[in-house]
């Protein structure tokens, strides 16, 4: 009985954190609607499809989606004017940007469904807006390379 004790207080300690580490996403982005600060963008007059994958870190313990890791985030130096985060039942929202000097360098808005696994993403600078919507999936291996 002493040696069980021990045994599963370390499965227990260490099967704990796995759960609340830094998700990998992989989406397949369907579509885009790109222009320079136009109305007409927002009518989606320039739909076109886009033959791309995107990557999301999800984290919610820490209250993180974005395109980039937390640790890539940090070691970059970490600069957002302005970051939101929201998590309900189903859905995860995250809006981040960073302004220079009142010109906008880059905005990103990710509308993630924890279930279905929809996601709806907007990349904003100051001279583009590209929308695009997809589907992810948890990354199996966790790892990129």
Known sequence: ???FLPLLLFIINFSLPANAVEKILLCNM???ISGENDETDIEFK???VVDEDQVLYLDIDKQWLAV????DFI?????????DFLATDSTVFSMSYLNNNGTL???NV??????TGFVKHEFRTSAETIYRTGRCQLSKNKRLF
Do not use: A
């Open 46 to 48: 320039n739909l076109s």
């Open 30 to 32: 369907n579509y885009g």
């Open 68 to 71: 980039e890791s937390q640790k």
């Open 75 to 83: 070691d970059g130096g970490g600069k957002y004017s302005k970051s």
């Open 105 to 107: 360098i880059r905005k």
């Open 1 to 3: 009985m002493r040696c």
């Open 110 to 115: 990710i509308e993630l469904n924890r279930y």
